[in-house]
């Protein structure tokens, strides 16, 4: 307890929130000093409103899970190929051939429905394969 | 279920309204203590109660357990003529824009543990259904600020009119609340049941020749 004050929080009133399912919030503003009116009260009561509603959007919010697998070998080959390496660089970076990295983006290519090589780095961002 | 009642079938529902103006008597005077709207003979009728307004009873068993008002924002309306403080800017007009009024329910079937009950849910899906096939995507609603947050979980897409302000004793805000399918979809979820909680389906009425 009075803890706040070691802090500088002196001063400071909760905004009591109820959610759908009957959970009980409180959003706290302190300060060293508040001076705070009861119109910016009311404001301040609509802000932790929103940022509470917003927050449990956020909580509820699951991205969809990227369905398709990729090899680590792919997955890093396609990375490099996002950043801009051309095969011969992929190559010496991975400790493989041309013909190696060839490969691995064909495989990434059909597993991610991709046309071409941009493509498939567009379906792995997408799908938060690479990033 | 919920029935709509309007000029064309109120002759179907004369005890279920007498009923209505009881349940708001008991609800807004004597519980919640608006005592200017008191009246002696028990029911709760104001200016508003005309040709123009759409009411929504819960019915069960023929007994009123829910009850609320919709009134075109083109007509004089509560927030245009009682509460015109709350809305600081411009005020929300047009045939797409209804307000939501004298929302009441039945003690037994009221929030428990604060989470919205099945009948508060059933009037709720009720004004989306009826507003989603009628051309109707939004709602003025005057309330509790505790409400807010309810109705944003709830995927209405609301802005305020103004900041909450003292009403008698109430702190009260005023806001519109756009819905769409998903604000549907979301109530559904919540009740477990994806059926229409309408009891007759909405007559749209037919376009006149322009």
């Known amino acids: ?57 956020l909580i509820d919010y699951n991205p969809p899970e990227a369905v398709t697998e990729l090899s680590s070998r792919e997955r890093e080959t396609l990375q490099w190929v996002a950043e801009g390496k051309s095969e011969w660089e992929i190559g010496q970076l991975m400790g493989i ?35 | 279920m919920i029935h709509i009642v309007t000029p064309e079938n109120q002759h179907l529902f004369r005890d ?46 023929g007994v009123v357990q829910g009850y609320q008002r919709m009134l075109p924002s083109t007509r004089p309306h509560l927030l245009s003529d009682v509460l015109p403080q709350l809305c600081e800017g411009e005020r929300p007009v047009g045939s797409h824009i209804w307000e939501w009024t004298r929302y009441c329910v039945e003690k037994p079937h009221r929030e428990r543990g604060r989470v919205l009950s099945p009948v508060g ?23 509790n600020p505790l409400w807010l947050l309810r109705l944003v979980q709830l995927h209405f897409r609301t802005t305020p009119l103004g900041l909450p302000q003292k009403v008698g004793s109430d702190d009260v805000l005023a806001v519109t609340a756009a819905f769409d399918r998903r604000t549907l979809s979301r109530l ?20 006149l020749a322009s």
């Open chain 2, 16 to 61: 279920e309204i007498e009923q209505a103006y009881r349940l708001r008597h008991r609800v807004f005077v004597e519980e919640m203590g608006w005592h200017e709207l008191a009246r002696p003979d028990g029911r709760e009728i104001d200016q508003f109660d005309d040709e123009h307004a759409v009411h929504m009873l819960y019915l069960q068993d």
């Open chain 2, 121 to 143: 849910n059933a009037l709720l899906s009720g004004i989306v259904e009826w507003g989603l096939s009628s051309g109707i995507s939004t709602i003025i609603i005057q309330m």
């Open chain 1, 97 to 131: 051939s041309e013909h190696g990295v060839d490969k691995h983006m064909r495989n990434v290519r059909r597993k991610l429905n991709a046309v071409t090589s941009t493509h498939a780095v567009a379906q792995g961002i997408r799908g938060g394969l690479i990033h």
């Open chain 1, 1 to 57: 307890m009075d803890e706040a004050g070691d802090f500088r929080l002196k001063q400071g009133f909760t905004v009591p929130l109820i959610t759908l399912d009957g959970e009980v919030a409180g959003f706290s503003i302190a300060g060293e000093h508040l001076e705070v009116s009861p119109e910016e009260r009311g404001m301040l009561s609509l802000l932790a409103t929103y940022a509470l509603g917003r927050g449990i959007a």
């Open chain 2, 188 to 207: 559904q979820e919540m009740r477990g049941e994806y059926s229409s909680v309408l009891a007759e389906p909405i007559r749209v009425p037919e376009r």
